[in-house]
């Protein structure tokens, strides 16, 4: 069974986004090129990247607009707006913590079980996403 694994940055007072649904401040204090990479040591079992509408909206129209950036994996993207999928980012309209649960019960891909990560989903608990 596939595991889903949560990536989120998060201040010190439990916040994602400023008021206005910025995550600017994630840029940090300076220029410093010491910067732990740990996102790269923690997507190297990940294939599959689940995000909200307003997440992939951010990717797309700030900070990267003219790039994929998650071109490695397969992305659902949770949304009711009518959009074209793609090959590697796939819209849905379907309740998440069932649709999470069908994707845990999916055949292994390339012989390894790889895990799943919601990015920004701070509405989807474990004890949802739990199959029995």
Known sequence: MRKVRLFIAMSLDG???DKEGSVHWLEGQGDSHEDIDVYSEFVKDIDTILMGWNTYHQVVTEFSP???IYSDFLTYVFTHRKCSS???IRFINENPIDFIKKLRLEKVRNGVA??????????ISKDDVSVK
Do not use: L, S, V
Not at 114 to 123: F, L, M, P, S, Y
């Open 86 to 88: 793609t090959e590697k």
């Open 114 to 123: 790889n895990q799943i990560e919601t990015d920004g989903e701070k509405r």
């Open 15 to 17: 916040y994602i986004a």
């Open 66 to 68: 003219n790039e994929w």
